[in-house]
């Protein structure tokens, strides 16, 4: 059983960086697969980013590539999403997840097991 706590999240101006948290219990957080996904208001959860236990790699979408960054620290059952360049379309409800690691890193959100309650961030133009 695993429990994730998002936080970090604000209010910034477009063009500004936030850095989320994920603090999680649990004495297993190492041999999970850990994700970050966003929801906008009225759209669907959207895949963000995942990274290994191992922390080697990790993989994003597209629209965040080059501006956002996944890392987890195993030492502090942390998982982190650095965001940075940060556009008003960016705006969501920030939420982490995480699945026992199984070598695949998927971006359906169907898949995993754990979530936390999310955190906003708001973007301004």
């Known amino acids: 059983q695993v429990q994730l706590v998002e936080s970090g999240g604000g209010l910034v101006q477009a063009g500004g960086s936030l850095r989320l948290s994920c603090a999680a219990s649990?004495?297993?957080?190492?041999?999970?697969?850990l994700a970050w996904f966003r929801q906008a208001l009225g759209k669907e959860r959207e895949f963000v980013a995942a990274?290994?236990?191992?922390?080697?790699?990790?993989n994003g979408v597209d629209s965040v590539k080059g501006r956002f960054t996944i890392s987890r620290d195993n030492a502090k059952n942390t998982v982190y999403l650095q965001m940075n360049s940060l556009k008003p379309e960016d705006t969501a409800v920030y939420y982490c997840?995480?699945?026992?690691?199984?070598?695949?890193?998927?971006?359906?959100?169907?898949?995993?097991?754990?979530w936390g309650q999310g955190t906003q961030v708001t973007v301004s133009s």
């Open positions: 990274i290994s236990w191992s922390g080697a790699n990790s």
């Open positions: 997840a995480g699945r026992l690691y199984d070598g695949t890193k998927p971006r359906t959100p169907q898949v995993y097991d754990y």
């Open positions: 649990g004495r297993t957080f190492s041999l999970y697969t």
